[in-house]
Protein backbone atom coordinates (compact mmCIF):
# COMPACT_ATOMS: atom_id res chain seq x y z
CA UNK A 1 0.00 0.00 0.00
CA UNK A 2 1.10 3.65 -0.98
CA UNK A 3 2.02 6.06 1.71
CA UNK A 4 -0.18 8.88 2.81
CA UNK A 5 1.15 11.61 0.71
CA UNK A 6 2.46 14.66 2.81
CA UNK A 7 0.42 17.78 3.26
CA UNK A 8 0.64 19.98 0.45
CA UNK A 9 4.26 22.23 0.42
CA UNK A 10 4.12 26.00 0.69
CA UNK A 11 5.52 26.23 -2.94
CA UNK A 12 1.57 25.29 -4.35
CA UNK A 13 0.24 27.32 -7.42
CA UNK A 14 -1.42 29.07 -4.46
CA UNK A 15 1.59 30.59 -3.83
CA UNK A 16 3.99 31.19 -6.37
CA UNK A 17 6.19 34.18 -5.64
CA UNK A 18 8.28 35.27 -2.00
CA UNK A 19 11.98 34.19 -0.98
CA UNK A 20 11.24 30.39 -2.22
CA UNK A 21 10.67 31.42 -5.88
CA UNK A 22 11.80 30.13 -8.34
CA UNK A 23 11.78 26.64 -7.83
CA UNK A 24 15.20 24.45 -7.69
CA UNK A 25 16.24 20.49 -9.15
CA UNK A 26 16.84 18.27 -6.32
CA UNK A 27 17.41 14.88 -6.95
CA UNK A 28 15.72 14.90 -10.22
CA UNK A 29 12.46 16.67 -8.36
CA UNK A 30 11.97 20.71 -8.85
CA UNK A 31 11.34 22.27 -6.28
CA UNK A 32 11.18 25.65 -4.45
CA UNK A 33 13.69 26.47 -1.49
CA UNK A 34 10.29 26.42 1.21
CA UNK A 35 9.75 22.54 -0.17
CA UNK A 36 12.97 21.54 -0.06
CA UNK A 37 13.50 20.27 3.62
CA UNK A 38 10.76 18.22 2.81
CA UNK A 39 12.26 16.33 -0.18
CA UNK A 40 14.54 14.91 2.01
CA UNK A 41 12.13 13.65 4.73
CA UNK A 42 11.49 9.62 4.21
CA UNK A 43 8.06 10.01 3.77
CA UNK A 44 8.67 12.53 1.00
CA UNK A 45 10.41 9.74 -1.47
CA UNK A 46 8.96 9.83 -4.73
CA UNK A 47 8.07 5.99 -4.13
CA UNK A 48 5.02 7.17 -2.16
CA UNK A 49 3.40 9.04 -5.11
CA UNK A 50 2.92 5.33 -7.07
CA UNK A 51 1.17 2.59 -6.41
CA UNK A 52 2.25 -0.84 -6.39
CA UNK A 53 2.84 -2.82 -9.45
CA UNK A 54 2.09 0.67 -11.70
CA UNK A 55 6.32 1.42 -12.20
CA UNK A 56 7.19 -0.16 -15.26
CA UNK A 57 9.41 -3.07 -15.55
CA UNK A 58 13.09 -1.65 -15.65
CA UNK A 59 14.92 -2.03 -19.04
CA UNK A 60 11.16 -1.36 -20.65
CA UNK A 61 12.61 1.85 -22.92
CA UNK A 62 8.87 3.32 -21.74
CA UNK A 63 9.71 5.54 -19.04
CA UNK A 64 12.35 7.53 -17.33
CA UNK A 65 12.02 9.10 -13.60
CA UNK A 66 9.35 11.61 -13.42
CA UNK A 67 11.31 15.03 -13.69
CA UNK A 68 7.76 16.82 -12.56
CA UNK A 69 7.75 20.35 -10.90
CA UNK A 70 6.88 21.19 -7.91
CA UNK A 71 3.33 21.90 -8.63
CA UNK A 72 2.94 18.06 -9.25
CA UNK A 73 3.38 17.16 -5.51
CA UNK A 74 -0.49 18.60 -5.60
CA UNK A 75 -1.36 16.51 -8.25
CA UNK A 76 -1.03 18.99 -11.01
CA UNK A 77 1.49 18.97 -13.87
CA UNK A 78 1.84 21.68 -16.45
CA UNK A 79 3.06 20.74 -19.88
CA UNK A 80 3.71 16.98 -19.95
CA UNK A 81 1.55 14.28 -20.19
CA UNK A 82 2.73 12.09 -16.88
CA UNK A 83 3.93 12.97 -13.14
CA UNK A 84 3.94 11.17 -9.54
CA UNK A 85 0.00 11.64 -9.28
CA UNK A 86 -0.64 11.09 -12.99
CA UNK A 87 -0.73 7.57 -12.67
CA UNK A 88 -3.78 7.95 -9.78
CA UNK A 89 -5.72 9.95 -12.05
CA UNK A 90 -8.59 7.72 -13.83
CA UNK A 91 -7.77 7.62 -17.33
CA UNK A 92 -4.35 8.46 -17.32
CA UNK A 93 -1.76 6.69 -19.43
CA UNK A 94 1.59 6.00 -17.99
CA UNK A 95 2.94 5.34 -21.57
CA UNK A 96 1.70 6.90 -24.73
CA UNK A 97 4.63 5.76 -27.14
CA UNK A 98 3.72 2.53 -27.71
CA UNK A 99 0.02 3.58 -28.85
CA UNK A 100 -0.54 3.03 -32.65
CA UNK A 101 -2.48 5.61 -33.83
CA UNK A 102 -4.44 4.88 -36.94
CA UNK A 103 -4.57 7.49 -39.38
CA UNK A 104 -7.64 7.88 -42.15
CA UNK A 105 -6.61 7.88 -45.67
CA UNK A 106 -9.35 8.95 -47.78
CA UNK A 107 -7.60 8.75 -51.28
CA UNK A 108 -7.84 5.01 -51.99
CA UNK A 109 -11.38 5.04 -51.79
CA UNK A 110 -11.91 8.19 -54.05
CA UNK A 111 -9.56 6.30 -56.67
CA UNK A 112 -11.27 2.91 -56.25
CA UNK A 113 -14.52 5.81 -57.01
CA UNK A 114 -13.37 7.63 -60.01
CA UNK A 115 -11.96 4.12 -61.50
CA UNK A 116 -15.72 2.53 -60.98
CA UNK A 117 -17.43 5.64 -62.39
CA UNK A 118 -14.93 5.75 -65.49
CA UNK A 119 -15.92 1.87 -66.05
CA UNK A 120 -19.57 2.80 -65.76
CA UNK A 121 -19.54 5.76 -68.38
CA UNK A 122 -17.63 3.33 -70.78
CA UNK A 123 -19.76 0.77 -70.37
CA UNK A 124 -23.11 2.93 -70.91
CA UNK A 125 -21.36 4.90 -73.90
CA UNK A 126 -20.19 1.58 -75.55
CA UNK A 127 -24.17 0.11 -75.12
CA UNK A 128 -25.04 3.43 -77.09
CA UNK A 129 -23.12 2.94 -79.88
CA UNK A 130 -23.95 -0.36 -80.47
CA UNK A 131 -27.68 0.18 -80.46
CA UNK A 132 -30.03 1.68 -83.08
CA UNK A 133 -28.64 5.35 -82.37
CA UNK A 134 -30.75 8.31 -82.98
CA UNK A 135 -34.01 8.53 -84.61
CA UNK A 136 -34.06 10.51 -87.79
CA UNK A 137 -37.25 12.32 -88.25
CA UNK A 138 -37.23 12.30 -91.96
CA UNK A 139 -37.23 8.30 -93.31
CA UNK A 140 -35.91 9.61 -96.74
CA UNK A 141 -33.29 12.20 -95.52
CA UNK A 142 -30.45 10.04 -96.33
CA UNK A 143 -31.98 9.56 -100.15
CA UNK A 144 -32.52 13.22 -100.36
CA UNK A 145 -29.27 14.02 -99.33
CA UNK A 146 -28.03 11.91 -102.58
CA UNK A 147 -30.32 13.09 -104.78
CA UNK A 148 -29.25 16.60 -103.48
CA UNK A 149 -25.22 16.31 -104.24
CA UNK A 150 -26.46 14.32 -107.83
CA UNK A 151 -28.44 17.29 -108.84
CA UNK A 152 -25.62 19.99 -107.45
CA UNK A 153 -23.32 17.93 -109.77
CA UNK A 154 -26.18 18.12 -113.12
CA UNK A 155 -26.72 21.94 -112.24
CA UNK A 156 -23.13 22.97 -112.62
CA UNK A 157 -23.10 20.30 -115.74
CA UNK A 158 -25.60 22.33 -117.32
CA UNK A 159 -24.31 25.56 -116.27
CA UNK A 160 -20.94 24.62 -118.06
CA UNK A 161 -22.92 23.80 -121.23
CA UNK A 162 -24.31 27.42 -120.82
CA UNK A 163 -27.96 26.36 -121.26
CA UNK A 164 -29.98 29.44 -121.26
CA UNK A 165 -33.47 29.21 -120.50
CA UNK A 166 -36.19 31.69 -121.25
CA UNK A 167 -40.09 32.00 -119.79
CA UNK A 168 -43.21 33.50 -120.87
CA UNK A 169 -46.53 33.29 -119.93
CA UNK A 170 -49.33 34.11 -121.81
CA UNK A 171 -52.49 33.89 -120.39
CA UNK A 172 -52.98 30.28 -119.09
CA UNK A 173 -49.87 28.88 -121.45
CA UNK A 174 -46.40 28.61 -120.25
CA UNK A 175 -43.71 28.34 -122.89
CA UNK A 176 -40.23 27.96 -122.43
CA UNK A 177 -37.63 28.49 -124.39
CA UNK A 178 -34.39 26.73 -124.36
CA UNK A 179 -30.82 27.44 -126.03
CA UNK A 180 -27.14 27.11 -125.57
CA UNK A 181 -24.57 29.88 -124.98
CA UNK A 182 -24.40 30.43 -129.00
CA UNK A 183 -28.35 30.81 -128.95
CA UNK A 184 -29.10 27.58 -130.91
CA UNK A 185 -31.74 25.72 -129.79
CA UNK A 186 -31.96 22.88 -127.61
CA UNK A 187 -34.29 19.77 -129.25
CA UNK A 188 -34.84 16.53 -127.68
CA UNK A 189 -35.21 17.16 -123.71
CA UNK A 190 -37.34 16.28 -121.52
CA UNK A 191 -39.04 19.23 -118.32
CA UNK A 192 -41.33 18.70 -115.99
CA UNK A 193 -43.56 21.42 -113.99
CA UNK A 194 -44.32 21.37 -110.34
CA UNK A 195 -46.57 23.56 -108.55
CA UNK A 196 -47.01 23.78 -105.38
CA UNK A 197 -50.70 25.10 -105.06
CA UNK A 198 -52.06 26.25 -101.62
CA UNK A 199 -54.39 23.84 -99.82
CA UNK A 200 -53.47 20.44 -101.76
CA UNK A 201 -51.76 17.87 -99.55
CA UNK A 202 -49.61 17.28 -102.99
CA UNK A 203 -47.64 19.22 -105.66
CA UNK A 204 -49.62 19.28 -108.97
CA UNK A 205 -47.05 17.67 -111.93
CA UNK A 206 -47.43 18.86 -115.86
CA UNK A 207 -45.16 17.36 -118.11
CA UNK A 208 -43.87 19.91 -121.03
CA UNK A 209 -44.22 19.55 -124.33
CA UNK A 210 -41.86 20.63 -127.39
CA UNK A 211 -43.78 22.39 -129.98
CA UNK A 212 -41.19 23.34 -132.09
CA UNK A 213 -37.36 22.91 -131.97
CA UNK A 214 -36.21 24.47 -128.39
CA UNK A 215 -39.66 25.69 -127.09
CA UNK A 216 -41.49 23.30 -124.62
CA UNK A 217 -45.16 24.37 -124.02
CA UNK A 218 -47.44 23.63 -120.47
CA UNK A 219 -51.17 24.60 -119.71
CA UNK A 220 -52.20 25.44 -116.84
CA UNK A 221 -55.39 24.43 -115.75
CA UNK A 222 -58.98 26.83 -115.00
CA UNK A 223 -59.00 26.16 -111.24
CA UNK A 224 -55.27 27.57 -110.82
CA UNK A 225 -54.96 30.69 -110.17
CA UNK A 226 -53.29 33.51 -107.26
CA UNK A 227 -49.66 33.49 -106.75
CA UNK A 228 -48.61 30.03 -106.63
CA UNK A 229 -44.55 28.55 -106.67
CA UNK A 230 -43.32 26.46 -109.45
CA UNK A 231 -40.31 24.47 -109.87
CA UNK A 232 -38.75 23.82 -113.90
CA UNK A 233 -36.77 20.75 -114.61
CA UNK A 234 -35.83 20.20 -117.81
CA UNK A 235 -33.05 16.95 -119.06
CA UNK A 236 -30.97 16.03 -121.43
CA UNK A 237 -28.57 13.23 -121.94
CA UNK A 238 -27.71 13.22 -118.07
CA UNK A 239 -27.66 17.27 -117.87
CA UNK A 240 -30.27 18.34 -115.85
CA UNK A 241 -31.14 22.04 -115.32
CA UNK A 242 -33.64 23.07 -112.25
CA UNK A 243 -34.95 26.52 -112.06
CA UNK A 244 -37.66 27.73 -109.60
CA UNK A 245 -40.27 29.95 -110.23
CA UNK A 246 -42.92 32.30 -108.87
CA UNK A 247 -45.99 32.13 -111.27
CA UNK A 248 -49.48 34.31 -111.41
CA UNK A 249 -51.73 33.25 -114.00
Known sequence: MPATP?????????ARSGPGWPPARIGGWTLCSLCRPMATMPSASPSWTTPAGRWPR?????????EPSHDAWHGTWYGRPSGPYSLLRPGSSHCNRGVNIMKTNIYPPMILLLIG?????????????????????????YSKGLRYTSTEVERRAAEVLGWNLDTTLDGRRLVFRLSDHDGRAITGARGSLYLAIPGRAENVYLPLAETEPGHYLVTLEQGISGAIQARLEVERNGARLNRHLLLNP
Open 58 to 66: PGSGCHRRP
Open 117 to 141: AFLVFSGWAAHRAAGLGSQVTDADY
Open 6 to 14: PPAPPCSSR
